[in-house]
T-cell receptor, first 114, second 113 residues
Framework: DAGITQSPRHKVTETGTPVTLRCHQT?????MYWYRQDPGHGLRLIHY???????DKGEVSDGYSVSRSKTEDFLLTLESATSSQTSVYFC?????????????FGPGTRLLVL | QKEVEQNSGPLSVPEGAIASLNCTYS??????FFWYRQYSGKSPELIMS????GDKEDGRFTAQLNKASQYVSLLIRDSQPSDSATYLC?????????????FGKGTHLIIQP
C-alpha cells in the first residue's frame, strides 16, 4: 500500500462547527488530492495540491478550504460544517499529473455532520 | 462536460464465470483509462490501467479499450467470491491537468458461490 494515512478515520460533529481532516504521505509525491464519495455521485474532486502552498479548486470546492505547508501533509477544512458535507473523504496522491499518472488512495475518513 | 458512465448493477455472476464490466466516456480526446476496485467500507485500489486501443491482460483481468466507440471494459476470468466489490472506471480527459481524472459511479459486482 502507498504510504498514506488519514486522520481522524471517523468523526461526528455538529452543524456549524469547524472540522479539519489531515492527510499524511510518506511517498514524497508532489500531487495530493481530496475527494468526497457519496451514494449516487461517485468520487468527486474537492481540491488538489501541486506543491507546497500550491493548491487549486476541484469540482465541488464550495464550503471547503485546504492548506499544504509541507510536502507530506495536506489539510482539508470545513469552516462551518453542514449536513450536506456528511460523506466519506478520501485523500489521494500521485507523482505527477500527467495523463498516465496513477492516483493512490488513503483509507478514508467517515464524517457525520448532525 | 466530463461524463463517465457505468451501469450501477448489481451485476451477479456465478463463481468461475467471466464477469464483464463496461464503461463509456464522453470526451473523444481522453487518453488514460483506469479500473479501480473498492470493497465495502474501503478505499479504491488500482487494478488496471490502459492507454491504447486493444486488450491488456494482467492475470485474471483483461482491460479492453475502443477509443472510436469511447468504450472501455474490464473482464474478470474465473470469477471468485473475493472479486465481489464495486468497480470504478476513471478517465483522464484531454486538456485536463491535475483535476482531469473523472470517475464513474461504479458497478457493484456480486460473485455467487
Amino acid at each position: 500500500d502507498a504510504g498514506i494515512t488519514q486522520s481522524p478515520r471517523h468523526k461526528v460533529t455538529e452543524t456549524g462547527t469547524p472540522v479539519t481532516l489531515r492527510c499524511h504521505q510518506t511517498e514524497n509525491h508532489r500531487y495530493m488530492y481530496w475527494y468526497r464519495q457519496d451514494p449516487g455521485h461517485g468520487l468527486r474532486l474537492i481540491h488538489y495540491s501541486y506543491g507546497v502552498k500550491d493548491t487549486d479548486k476541484g469540482e465541488v470546492s464550495d464550503g471547503y478550504s485546504v492548506s499544504r505547508s509541507k510536502t507530506e501533509d495536506f489539510l482539508l477544512t470545513l469552516e462551518s460544517a453542514t449536513s450536506s458535507q456528511t460523506s466519506v473523504y478520501f485523500c489521494a496522491i500521485s507523482e505527477s499529473w500527467t495523463t498516465q499518472e496513477t492516483q493512490y488512495f488513503g483509507p478514508g475518513t467517515r464524517l457525520l455532520v448532525l | 462536460q466530463k461524463e463517465v458512465e457505468q451501469n450501477s448493477g448489481p451485476l451477479s455472476v456465478p463463481e468461475g464465470a467471466i464477469a464483464s464490466l463496461n464503461c463509456t466516456y464522453s470526451d473523444r480526446g481522453s487518453q488514460s483509462f483506469f479500473w479501480y476496485r473498492q470493497y465495502s467500507g474501503k478505499s479504491p485500489e488500482l487494478i488496471m490501467s490502459i492507454y491504447s486501443n486493444g486488450d491488456k491482460e494482467d492475470g485474471r483481468f483483461t482491460a479492453q479499450l475502443n477509443k472510436a466507440s469511447q468504450y472501455v471494459s474490464l473482464l474478470i476470468r474465473d470469477s471468485q467470491p473475493s472479486d465481489s466489490a464495486t468497480y470504478l472506471c476513471a478517465v483522464t480527459y484531454s486538456g485536463g491537468g491535475a483535476d482531469g481524472l473523472t470517475f464513474g459511479k461504479g458497478t457493484h459486482l456480486i460473485i455467487q458461490p
